[in-house]
Nanobody, 129 residues
C-alpha cells in the first residue's frame, strides 16, 4: 500500500508560480510511476504530467499534457520520496484540485487514470485573473 500526501496548493494571481509536492510513504519512490491529474469544477479529471522510471537506466522519462507544456515541470526527489510539480505562468484555467497518483513499476499508459492504483487526497490550486 502506498500513501500519497499532496501539499503546496493555494491562491495565486495569473502569471504566478506554485510548486506542488507529493510525498510517498515508500522508500523506493524511484521505482514508482507517478503522475499529476487535475479536476476543475464541473469537468472530468484530466492528465497533467507523469514521471515514469526507465528500464534501460536509473533515470526517468517525463510526460506533460499539451496544455501545460513549457509551463509545468514534473520532477522526482528520490532521497525525500517526493514528486514535485513546478507550475509557472499560471492561468485562471489552471484552477482545479490537483491529485497525485502512483503505481508500482513502469507503465506505458502514463496519461490513463486507470493505470494508477494509489491516489492522494488532492490539493486546491486557484488562479485569479
Amino acid at each position: 500500500q502506498v500513501q500519497l500526501v499532496e501539499s503546496g496548493g493555494g491562491l495565486v494571481q495569473a502569471g504566478g508560480s506554485l510548486r506542488l509536492s507529493c510525498a510517498a510513504s515508500v522508500r523506493t519512490v524511484s521505482s514508482l510511476s507517478m503522475a499529476w491529474f487535475r479536476q476543475a469544477p464541473g469537468k472530468e479529471r484530466e492528465f497533467v504530467a507523469a514521471i515514469i522510471p526507465n528500464t534501460w537506466n536509473s533515470g526517468s522519462t517525463t510526460y506533460h499534457a499539451d496544455s501545460v507544456k513549457g509551463r509545468f515541470t514534473v520532477s522526482r526527489d528520490n532521497a525525500n520520496n517526493t514528486v514535485y510539480l513546478q507550475m509557472n505562468s499560471l492561468k485562471p484555467e489552471d484552477t482545479a484540485v490537483y491529485y497525485c497518483a502512483a503505481v508500482a513499476g513502469r507503465i506505458t499508459t502514463a496519461q490513463a487514470m486507470s493505470a494508477y492504483g494509489f491516489w492522494g487526497q488532492g490539493t486546491q490550486v486557484t488562479v485569479s485573473s
